[in-house]
T-cell receptor
Framework: RKEVEQDPGPFNVPEGATVAFNCTYS??????FFWYRQDCRKEPKLLMS???SGNEDGRFTAQLNRASQYISLLIRDSKLSDSATYLC????????FGAGTTVTVRA | SQTIHQWPATLVQPVGSPLSLECTVE??????LYWYRQAAGRGLQLLFY??????ISSEVPQNLSASRPQDRQFILSSKKLLLSDSGFYLC?????????FGPGTRLTVT
């Protein structure tokens, strides 16, 4: 079983739509969680940390479900500029990266 | 603020040739540094990490090696490249918990 698993997508959504996707992790002792964004042929960039109580950053909402061992990312009011691959990252003794979920927002 | 530099940005090398990729970090001292490889359509694979000068830990067996000759310099090398070494190589440094990546080197082995 992979340490971090994500639905690769792609999720194709119209501008203004809401899109949400999950990431599952295998190590129940994992301590911290992140979402990164990666644009085509660019380096990953930190989008947001994921806190136990859930957290928002503008149109982005992250949730953590420790019992079921998954984290989620929800994007409201999608913009064309949200088109990217979103990487789930889990920290136990090292950072483990998912392969990414691709989101394409169309006009 | 911290900045990571990597060079070259792109590289095309024949099978069997040597490799040297360089990463330097500015704006921090004694950083934990990491080398990752991202193959096309795949996740990031941790190759090496270093907690200080001369200290290298290897995560996967391979024909690559890493060195840390200075506090803020991290080098990835190979004596003989394989086709399977093609990929996007990323250097990163670690903040409190998260990591920050350099711009990467895209390597194509032909």
């Amino acid at each position: 079983r992979k340490e971090v698993e994500q639905d690769p997508g792609p999720f194709n959504v119209p501008e203004g739509a809401t899109v949400a996707f999950n990431c599952t992790y295998s190590n129940s002792a994992s301590q911290s969680f992140f979402w990164y964004r990666q644009d085509c042929r660019k380096e990953p960039k930190l989008l947001m940390s994921v806190y136990s109580s859930g957290n928002e950053d503008g149109r982005f909402t992250a949730q953590l479900n420790r019992a079921s061992q998954y984290i989620s990312l929800l994007i409201r009011d999608s913009k064309l500029s949200d088109s990217a691959t979103y990487l789930c990252v889990v920290n136990d003794y090292k950072l483990s990266f998912g392969a990414g979920t691709t989101v394409t927002v169309r006009a | 603020s911290q900045t990571i530099h990597q060079w070259p940005a792109t590289l095309v090398q024949p099978v069997g040739s040597p490799l040297s990729l360089e990463c330097t970090v500015e704006g921090t001292s004694n950083p934990n540094l990491y080398w990752y490889r991202q193959a096309a359509g795949r996740g990031l694979q941790l190759l090496f990490y270093s907690v200080g000068i001369g200290q290298i830990s290897s995560e996967v067996p391979q024909n690559l090696s890493a060195s840390r000759p200075q506090d803020r310099q991290f080098i990835l090398s190979s004596k003989k490249l394989l086709l399977s070494d093609s990929g996007f190589y990323l250097c990163a440094w670690r903040g409190a918990n998260e990591q920050y990546f350099g711009p990467g080197t895209r390597l194509t082995v032909t």
